[in-house]
């Protein structure tokens, strides 16, 4: 289009100037066959005239040559000593007037006498002529100058009128050719922009796998992508496997090493207590961190915020039936995260249990739908908080800012690691509530 639509008005330009040209030169057939009959017919004075008297055998048979002002003249001229041009004869038509013409016709005859010249003027009525003019040496070697003019106005609408069609026959050809393209291309790429749609709903796990009837040019790449989503999954199904069983090789030796240490009093077994269950803690975090990235490569799973949050919710009001929380959830219908139900299940539960343990009395829980497939999950509620220089600590595993509050120091953290996993973010700020507020981005739809 970029290449079409410029050369369709230059096509139109084209045209208007050759249209222009073979009006033009219809009006210059009559103007020489005029300057022929003026020169076949203009004679010198004879012997009872004075010298170099002109007159003509003679003139012009076209009638509008004879009418006043009919936009038809001409004109036999002499140059003055000064450059100006004097009329010898002329037509009745110009009705005394005379015919002006520019500077540059008397230089271009003094190079070129021979030569004729067409040029422009203004006619005894205002009008713009058309001129002819021809330089004529008598036998004297007196030099005069035939001129033939008419008037183009009705020439000029001519050309404009033709103008303004070319150029919007070329603007609707324009609007055509770009509306044809783009169907063209449109209905050319129908099978792109319908895999592409099925890529993306495969992606928000509406379903499953790329279907469909597609050309044989788009066939293959179909039946790629279907076989990339079965790879995905295998290495997801590969990496869950090799994470429980690295799971089930570490947990069984430390759930022996605990054992064996709570059966014994000595100090040695304290310590190995300790720090057995110090590993166990590191275990469970990193392995849970591990299952986290496997789960967040996976293709098409999508959770429902709502059915997981509200649920956490009721658990936890019976787990702190103390405090008398109130929820205050606001979440909007339909909204969909796109990972695993037990990733966010993970997320949510450390998030509300660590508000519940904190608040007073209140904790609201409030997710909005932003662009680019993100939606925001914020946690507040109405405890103590955090000061600014306190929220890196908070985030750190195993941190614990308060030992008399019961707890691991992994929540946060592993909500971080988990968040991170499916290219999210946490954040820690403060709450309207007044305590502490997480603010979590995580891939969604509605």
Not at 157 to 177: H, I, K, N, Y
Request: hydrophobic letters at 40%; proline letters at 5%; glycine letters at 6%.
């Amino acid at each position: 289009m970029l290449w079409t639509v410029p050369i369709l008005f230059i096509t139109a330009l084209l045209l208007t100037w050759f249209y222009r040209s073979s009006t033009y030169r219809l009006f210059d057939d009559p103007l020489e066959n005029a300057i022929t009959d003026l020169i076949a017919a203009v004679e010198t004075g004879e012997a009872s005239l004075p010298a170099n008297t002109l007159f003509l055998t003679r003139e012009p048979i076209d009638p509008r040559y004879q009418r006043a002002l009919s936009g038809r003249y001409w004109m036999i001229g002499k140059y003055l000593s000064d450059g100006q041009l004097v009329p010898s004869r002329a037509s009745r038509s110009l009705s005394g007037e005379t015919i002006s013409l520019a500077p540059s016709i008397k230089k271009a005859i003094d190079a070129q006498s021979q030569s004729e010249f067409r040029t422009t003027a203004i006619g005894p009525d205002d009008e713009p002529l058309r001129v002819l003019a021809r330089p004529v040496i008598l036998p004297s070697g007196e030099l005069l100058v035939m001129i033939a003019a008419a008037d183009i106005r009705e020439a000029q609408r001519d050309v404009r009128r033709f103008a303004f069609l070319a150029t919007g026959l070329m603007f609707l050809l324009s609007a055509a050719v770009a509306f044809a393209v783009f169907w063209q291309v449109r209905l050319g790429l129908r099978p792109i922009f319908d895999l592409r749609q099925r890529v993306v709903d495969v992606r928000e796990g509406r379903i499953e796998r790329v279907d469909g009837i597609y050309p044989s040019e788009i066939a293959p790449l179909a039946n790629e992508l279907n076989s990339l989503i079965d790879h995905n999954k295998d290495v997801v199904d590969r990496a869950r496997t090799h994470v429980s069983n690295l799971a089930h090789g570490l947990k069984t030796p430390l759930a022996v090493l605990i054992n064996e240490a709570e059966t014994s009093r000595s100090g040695l077994s304290e310590i190995v207590m300790r720090q057995a269950n110090s590993m166990k803690r590191q275990v469970d975090h990193h392995l849970q961190r591990a299952r986290a990235a496997a789960r967040g490569q996976a293709i098409g799973v999508v959770t429902s915020v709502e059915e997981t949050v509200f649920p956490l919710a009721r658990t936890l009001e019976k787990i702190y039936r103390d405090k008398d929380i109130a929820f205050d959830i606001d979440i909007p219908d339909g909204l969909l995260f796109r990972g695993e139900k037990r990733d966010f299940e993970e997320i949510t539960g450390n998030l509300l249990d660590n508000a519940c343990k904190w608040t007073q009395s209140q904790v609201r829980v409030w997710a909005k739908l932003i662009d680019e497939g993100q939606f925001t999950l914020e946690v507040g509620d109405d405890g103590p908080g955090l000061e600014e220089d306190q929220y890196s600590e908070a985030l750190k595993r195993g941190a614990r800012l308060d030992e008399a509050t019961p707890g691991t120091g992994f929540g946060l953290p592993i909500v971080e690691d988990l968040a991170k996993a499916y290219k999210g973010d946490l954040k820690l700020g403060r709450s309207e509530l007044g305590g502490l507020s997480v603010v979590l981005t995580l891939p969604g739809r509605v």
